[in-house]
């Protein structure tokens, strides 16, 4: 089957840095991104990771290692705004392939 | 602006009665999806498409239809054969060949009593 791996939930204090990992199991692995959903929102991209390594968009970086089948987003600097759910989620077939989500991280930021 | 609209945003409806959700894009992407969104759950694929006149079901497209006319309207019927209908309906939409970074629109969310 194919499946992905996230904490439920994390909390964290305002200024600091949090990790958010998330494991897959799936076959034609094409590639790991990650969404952002505020409460009752639209979810937004914010990564894509291809090829081990690590990507780094502002505050927000995002690793992967397909070896281990394995990936974090870091949040850096974190503010009270990025409370919100985290969702990682891989790409089954080539072009235009289907995504699978995890379940999502609630990222709680407290002053 | 270029976007993905749908509407309403909040949709009642008795049990037995099908029901269409819209979901309109000016972003001039060939792909659009539909996803389910349950309480504190991720998002589950309903159907799909990447070209006018054709799409695929996704994970749970049991009691869904949809249809694809235009490139800029992808709408998602719930029928009654659709047995927990009451969710939160997102549509998204992408670039051909790039189905990692999907639009999402505002989302519906549908109640049926």
């Known amino acids: 089957g194919q499946s992905l791996e996230q904490p439920s939930e994390v909390t964290a204090v305002e200024g600091a840095i949090v990790q958010i990992n998330c494991t897959y199991q799936?076959?034609?692995?094409?590639?790991l991104s990650w969404y952002q959903q505020h409460d009752g929102g639209a979810p937004t991209f914010l990564s894509y990771n291809a090829l081990d390594g690590l990507e780094e968009t502002g505050r927000f970086s995002s690793f992967l290692s397909r070896s281990d089948s394995y990936g974090y987003l870091l949040l850096q600097e974190l503010q009270m705004k990025d409370s919100a759910s985290y969702f990682c989620a891989v790409r089954r077939g080539g072009q235009g392939g289907k995504l699978i989500f995890g379940q999502g991280t609630e990222l709680s930021v407290k002053p | 602006d270029g976007g993905i609209t749908q509407s309403p945003k909040y949709l009642f409806r008795k049990e037995g009665q099908n029901v269409t959700l819209s979901c309109e894009q000016n972003?001039?992407?060939?792909?659009m999806y539909w996803y389910r969104q349950d309480p504190g759950q991720g998002l589950r694929l309903i159907y799909y498409?990447?070209?006018?006149?054709?799409?695929q079901k996704g994970d749970i497209a049991e009691g869904y239809s949809v249809s694809r006319e235009k490139k800029e309207s992808f709408p998602l019927t719930v029928t009654s054969a659709q047995k927990n209908p009451t969710a939160f309906y997102l549509c998204a939409s992408s670039p051909s060949g790039v189905g990692d970074e999907q639009y999402f629109g505002p989302g519906t969310r549908l109640t049926v009593t």
């Open positions: 799936t076959s034609g692995f094409y590639g």
């Open positions: 498409s990447q070209i006018v006149n054709d799409f």
């Open positions: 972003l001039n992407h060939d792909a």
